[in-house]
C-alpha cells in the first residue's frame, strides 16, 4: 500500500482534530466572548453608545458597581473582561451565572461564595443573579429570562445584576430593582440610591480569570476528538476494503 492509500496518518489525524475544534469554536459551541467586545472606562458609555453593566454587590457587603463595555457585545462578555469574572454550575455550565466577581473588589473574590451557595445544581428561586435590561432611552426595567451569552446588549443600554430571589416571571421579589435605569446612569460615584449601596465606579483591570466551574469546555473537545478518531476509522476502514478489492 502507497502512502497515497493511507490518507489517515499521525499527521492527518492531528489535522482532522485540529479543524473539528476550530469548527467548534467558530460555530459558537464553545464558550467564548464577543471577538470585538472590550472592556472601557465608565466615561465610555453613553446614552447611545457603549453597553453599561452594573452588579449589586450590596448582599455581600459591598458597593454597586458600574461598568462600561465596547459593542456588539453579550451579557456574558460584559462580565468577563476588564477584571470581571464569573462562574457556572456544574449541572448548567458556564452560561448560567452563579458567582460574580471583579478584580477591585475583594481581591476578585467571586460571589456567592463556595461557603455561600455551592453551586452545583440550578441555584433555587430565592437566591441567584438576577438579570436585568433597559435599552437605549428605555424607563424600565426587563427581567431576563435567557442566558447571558444569547443576549446582546444595544449601544446606550444598561444591564443590572442583583443577587436575591423573584417569582419565575420577575415581577416579584427581593431582587426586584427598586432604582430606575435612568437614576443608575446620571448616579455620581457615592450616591446611594433606593434600596442600594453607594455607587462606585468600576474601571478595567486587568486579571486572571479563574476557571470556570461547570465549564462545559472538556467535555465539548472531549466529543469532537471522539467524534472525529470514529469517522476517521470508519473512512480508513472503506479504503481498505477498497484497496483489497483492487487488488
Known sequence: MTSRSRPWSGSGLARLVVAAITALTLTGALPAAVASARALPVTGCSSSSSATVVVDFGPFGGPLLRACGSTPTTGFALLNQGGWHTSGTAHDGPAFVCRIGYAGFHHGTQYPTPAQQACINTPPVNAYWTYWQAGPGQKTWHYSQQGAPTTHPQPGSISLWIFGGTNLSGTAGSAVPAITPASLRRATVGTVLTGTPAIADAPPLAARQPVNRGSFTPALLAVA????????????????RQDRAVG
Open 225 to 240: 476528538i471522539a467524534a472525529t478518531l470514529a469517522a476517521a476509522g470508519v473512512v480508513a476502514t472503506r479504503r481498505r
